[in-house]
Each structure stands twice: as C-alpha cells, then as structure tokens.
C-alpha cells in the first residue's frame, strides 16, 4: 500500500475546486521544476517527459475554463495557457534555462492568485506555502501573455 498515495487522493477528494486547480498548478510547477533539473543535468528524457506532463496538466486546466460565465478572465486565462504552453514548446526546442524559469515563475504567481481566490471563499487566511525558487535572470525574459 502507497501510503502517499492515498493521503493524496483522500486530499483531492475532500477539496474544493479551486483547491483541485491550486493543486493542478503545483503539479505543472513541480514538474517544470523536475524538466528543469533535467535540463541541468543534461538528461534529455526526464527533461521530455517532465515538459510533456506539465503540458497535459496546462491542457486540463485550460479545458475545464467555463467561458459562458467566466469574462474577461476566462479569456485571460485562455491567453494565458496558450503562452505557457508556446513557452515550454519553445523552451524544450531551445533547451532555454531562463525561459522555463520564467515559465515557472508565471505559473507561481497565478497559482497565488488562484490561493487568493481560495482564501476569499473560505474566509481563511491559511494556504499551502509558496516556494519562490525563481531567478532574476528568469525575470528578464518574461513573456506578455495579457489581453
């Protein structure tokens, strides 16, 4: 029995929605960190299979965006995803450090928007920590997705 298994599962059963997307964008940081450490260490695969999950997690959440009710936002979003998922296409060809850091990055700071969200339904002020291992030199090559 995989005991982390199962607290993760029991964890996913009992959260909100907008709990379910701040843990769908850990799992795309996560693993764009690992695509990351593959990039390092020159391991092409881990690199691949890292990128190309964090790809399939990007594509869920962009389908579960409910434009009938969603405005301006779920438009943003909709830009959003297709320039994360441009970006790491991008980055995965070219083997870019600073553009998967920045990838990252952006992933970070919606994430913690999604966390804000969080905190205005529930009415609390707790939420998972926000690891902030980003660099200055991923600031510098920020993309533009905004409408």
Not at 29 to 42: M, V
Not at 74 to 86: G, H, T
Not at 116 to 143: I, L, N, Y
């Amino acid at each position: 029995m995989d005991v982390g298994k199962s607290y993760r599962e029991a964890a996913v059963r009992g959260a909100s929605p907008v709990e379910l997307v701040v843990r769908l964008y850990e799992q795309a940081i996560e693993d764009l960190r690992q695509a990351l450490k593959g990039l390092e260490q020159n391991d092409v695969e881990l690199r691949s299979n890292k990128m190309n999950h964090a790809i399939l997690v990007l594509g869920y959440l962009q389908s579960q965006i409910e434009f009938q009710n969603g405005g301006k936002v779920a438009k943003d979003l909709e830009k959003f995803y297709n320039a994360l998922r441009e970006n790491l296409v991008h980055a995965q060809i070219t083997g870019s450090k600073p553009l998967l850091l920045q990838q990252i990055t952006d992933l970070l700071t919606v994430r913690e928007a999604w966390i804000q969200v969080h905190r205005a339904e529930s009415g609390t002020s707790a939420s998972p920590a926000v690891p902030e291992e980003t660099s200055s030199e991923a600031a510098q090559q920020h993309v533009d997705w905004k409408g």
